[in-house]
């Protein structure tokens, strides 16, 4: 699968629910990718998107393919070969 199709398949909610992550109601959560101790990690359902706002993490922002990867700890191709499994799945 390509990268486009990822994206227009895959929801960030799907990953998150993948993860056992569950925002709040204002699509906060405790950022997996560094020590949070409150919720730092912006998901945006409507682009797929997610930010984390804490200087002291490394991941920055991203889309699904790059949740995954800063998640498992992956390369890109690793990554949007996960990514194309939990599209089909
Ligand atoms: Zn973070």
Known sequence: ???PEIK??????QVLNHYNLRPDRNHRLLCPFHEDKTPS???????NTWTCFSTNCHAGSGDVIDFILNKEGFSKHEAIEKA??????
């Open 84 to 89: 194309t499994k939990l599209a089909q799945s």
């Open 41 to 47: 990690l912006q998901v945006y359902p409507d682009t």
């Open 1 to 3: 699968m390509q990268i």
């Open 8 to 13: 227009t398949r895959l929801t960030i909610t």
